[in-house]
Antibody
Framework: QVQLVQSGAEMKKPGASVKVSCKASGYTFSGYYMHWVRQAPGQGLEWMGRINANSGATNYAQKFQGRVTVTRDTSISTVYMDLSGLTSDDTAVYFC????????????WGQGALVTVSS | EIVLTQSPATLSLSPGERATLSCRASQNINNYLAWYQQKPGQAPRLLIYDTSNRATGIPARFSGSGSGTDFTLTISSLEPEDVAVYYCQQRKSWPLTFGGGTRVEFK
């Protein structure tokens, strides 16, 4: 079955960077996009960006341009999201989610990775 | 950026009742709207895509309708497992955006 398994929780200090991974299985990795969506505690969902798992081309929300980098390693079917310049506002659960090339609907989702930013 | 406004914020109903959730877009998004269900401590799950198409494995009591700027998710008869927060999401233009969510709870 299609599965996305993310790395574990992270605790970071303000100004640091964090790298979250998302390992895919159960489907042809290069045939889909992978997106990153975050959710601050008690809040809604916020789309951050996506990567074409085949070509490596990326699109990012303007809010995160210059701070977020999404990459992939096709040899291990894994996507990475790197977020720099962390502040307390970046404390959130970060989800990866797959979409097809013909739509930008998210199915399935990873289990989420909590990133806590605190001094 | 397209803003999605969901109403009501909270819906309190009894098991077996019909739930009607609304999502309004700040501009025309054609039929490019999806709905997700998120239970506490879990990742969201895709319910409906392109306004009215149920995702794989989603029960028939969930249905979607609408077009342009006004959309509705209907749960025909609430089951205990339907207690959750429901989000709408548009894919008409960048950035992809979500509504603020509607919480469905039992009275």
């Amino acid at each position: 079955q299609v599965q996305l398994v993310q790395s574990g929780a992270e605790m970071k200090k303000p100004g640091a960077s964090v790298k979250v991974s998302c390992k895919a299985s159960g489907y042809t990795f290069s045939g889909y996009y992978m997106h990153w969506v975050r959710q601050a505690p008690g809040q809604g969902l916020e789309w951050m960006g996506r990567i074409n798992a085949n070509s490596g081309a990326t699109n990012y929300a303007q809010k995160f341009q210059g701070r977020v980098t999404v990459t992939r390693d096709t040899s291990i079917s894994t996507v990475y999201m790197d977020l720099s310049g962390l502040t307390s506002d970046d404390t959130a659960v970060y989800f990866c989610a797959r979409s097809s090339y013909t739509d930008n609907c998210f199915d399935p989702w990873g289990q989420g990775a909590l990133v806590t930013v605190s001094s | 950026e397209i803003v999605l406004t969901q109403s009501p914020a909270t819906l309190s109903l009894s098991p077996g009742e019909r739930a009607t959730l609304s999502c309004r877009a700040s501009q025309n998004i054609n039929n490019y709207l999806a709905w997700y269900q998120q239970k506490p401590g879990q990742a969201p799950r895709l319910l409906i895509y392109d306004t009215s198409n149920r995702a794989t494995g989603i029960p028939a009591r969930f249905s979607g309708s609408g077009s342009g700027t006004d959309f509705t998710l209907t749960i025909s008869s609430l089951e205990p497992e339907d207690v959750a927060v429901y989000y709408c999401q548009q894919r008409k233009s960048w950035p992809l955006t979500f509504g603020g969510g509607t919480r469905v709870e039992f009275k």
